[in-house]
């Protein structure tokens, strides 16, 4: 899929230095390959990852392939979205959003 190199892919492996250790904001898209409301965010999270290149990280983890992180955040349907900020979850998003939806997470309204 072409502009796919602004989206990373974060795993039980490199989720302390790519998440918890960046120095930006990072959107992790906890997803599956079996889920169908995860394919259809899919695209909305890889869109997201090009307009906000040097801004915010965006990846997404495949919670079959790193059961200790999904466990650890208590991720418990999919798609779960969350932002970390410093290392800490500062927002979070369950199930099917819009962009609009996700930059709210980003940026809200105070």
């Given at each position: 899929?072409?502009?796919?190199?602004?989206?990373?892919?974060?795993?039980d492996l490199n989720w302390n230095d790519e998440v918890l250790k960046?120095?930006?904001?990072v959107l992790v898209d906890f997803?599956?390959?079996w889920c169908g409301p995860c394919k259809?965010?899919?695209?909305?999270?890889?869109?997201?990852?090009?307009?906000?290149?040097?801004?915010?990280?965006?990846?997404?983890?495949?919670i079959d392939e790193s059961p200790s992180t999904t466990a650890k955040y208590g991720v418990r349907g999919v798609p779960t979205v969350m932002l970390f900020v410093g290392g800490e979850r500062k927002a979070q998003h369950v199930g099917?959003?819009?962009?609009?939806g996700l930059l709210?997470?980003?940026t809200p309204s105070s």
């Open positions: 899929m072409a502009g796919d190199k602004n989206l990373l892919v974060f795993n960046s120095d930006v904001p997803t599956a390959t259809v965010l899919g695209p909305i999270v890889q869109s997201l990852s090009d307009d906000l290149v040097g801004k915010v990280k965006v990846g997404k983890l495949d099917l959003t819009n962009k609009e709210k997470l980003i």
